[in-house]
């Protein structure tokens, strides 16, 4: 309890430091003036990119080590393009938001579709879902009330400095992330036994590469993990770069981070598998409480007090980053595009986290599932997003009625592979709802790109 203390003052530091002064300027608010360095990079990039820790466990938990190839291996790959090839692209670009790009490249109506379901993409319903799930498992409050306390504070300290109110954290929460699991993971090792112990208390399936699921579960994770190559927190934080080698590095060195926190989270959920097998048949959070439960198994109170604070930061540095993001979305690139960018666009984009948080909020008790939403929101906003603004930094001339009309067909025809899919408890043709969503969008850009004049 005192470590929660602790972390809640230091919240309210930042909260306070904030009022003193306001961000001011498109430059500031969204960008802190193009000022971040490498350690700052590294910091904020590698704690936005993992909230869903809940989930994570709650698969490590269900499945082993496939965990690893599922929510690490595709992802680490994608960074890797991502670091190789648009980072310098994207910090050298004259753009302050991805929508701010498609408009750019393709138009206004590109820009618009992107931007609607981007937002949709980083309202942070999954993250809020795990901070709700905490809040509720500490406190005892209706997951309702959880989420919506949960979330509401989480963005106070955004609402007032912008990406600066999001860095100011993200540094602790970094080193809070990883501290949580660098004090669990020995303990489990050095009271329960090393990898011969886990061996003998695993289900054999757990120490396979598939862990028990078929290839196309295991597949199409590496589809959704494209998403990679449209993630706005990425192309945020290239934008705000300090310049093009701190872009490119800053992700190179932010997948060593993820590797070796990928490693912790995964064999602590083998641990928390093998010491506690009844765990998901137990009530309480079940297999998404799978960190807490051996936490509170195997540490003293003040450990596992600990633990829980890293696990509640790196929640919140996940939920103030695509809040940011989606907020500035639906205020900026939506409403104040819309209205002509008549007035302050960052007043947009402060009324743009009220809506962000009600969305996100919305969105977490509909589905209630973290792994679900990721698979939901990244089959269906995927085909809309990867090929517009993937090729987007190339100067080929594109065809704008071939691109929209790609981003349309790909994510309606995902959308309705869902709904259907949803309905009758079996995916139409056998297929996950990504597929048949990229093959439209895919040839749409082949279109796109085959020659001759950009349209207007």
Known sequence: ?????????????????????RASGEGEYLLASRSLTLPAFVATTVSSWYGGILGVGEYSYTYGLSNWLVFGVPYYLYALVFALFLARRARRAPVMTVPDQLRARYGPAVALVGSVVLFVMTAPAAYVLALGVLIRHATG????????????????????????????????????MFAGFAVLLP????????????RDHLPADHL????????????????????????????????AARDEATARRGLLVSVLFWILFDFMTTFTGL??????????????????????????ALLPPAAAGLFMVG???????????????????????????????RGDSNRYSRWGL??????????????????????????????????????????????????LAGMLAGGGISLAWLLAGRATGDWPLGLRPIFPGLIASGLAALAAFSGGRRSA
Request: overall charge positive.
């Open 1 to 21: 309890m005192a470590g929660l203390i602790v972390y809640a003052a230091f919240l309210a530091y930042v909260l306070v430091r904030l009022f003193r002064p």
């Open 141 to 176: 409050l209706p997951l309702a009330v959880a989420v919506a306390a949960g979330t509401l504070f989480s963005l106070a300290y955004v609402y007032r400095g912008g990406l600066r109110g999001v860095l100011l954290t993200d540094k602790v929460q970094f080193l809070l």
């Open 187 to 198: 303990v489990a090792a050095a009271k329960l036994g090393g990898f011969g112990w886990l």
């Open 208 to 239: 396979h590469w598939s862990g028990g699921r078929s290839l196309q579960d295991i597949a199409v994770w590496y589809f959704i993990a494209s998403a990679t190559l449209v993630e706005p927190v990425f192309y945020q934080r290239c934008f």
């Open 271 to 296: 641990y928390a598998r093998a010491a506690l097998p009844d765990l998901a048949a137990a009530g309480g959070l079940g297999a998404q409480g799978s960190y807490p439960a051996l936490a509170e």
């Open 311 to 341: 696990l509640l930061a790196t929640v919140m540095s996940t939920i103030d980053s695509y809040a940011f993001l989606a907020a500035i979305t639906f205020g900026r690139d939506i409403v104040w595009r819309l209205r002509g960018g």
């Open 354 to 403: 009220v809506v962000t948080g009600a969305a996100a909020v919305a969105l977490a008790l509909w589905r209630e599932s973290i792994v679900g939403l990721w698979h939901d929101l990244g089959s269906v906003g995927t085909p809309v997003l990867l090929f517009p603004l993937a090729l987007g930094f190339g100067g080929r001339p594109a065809r704008r009625g071939w691109i």
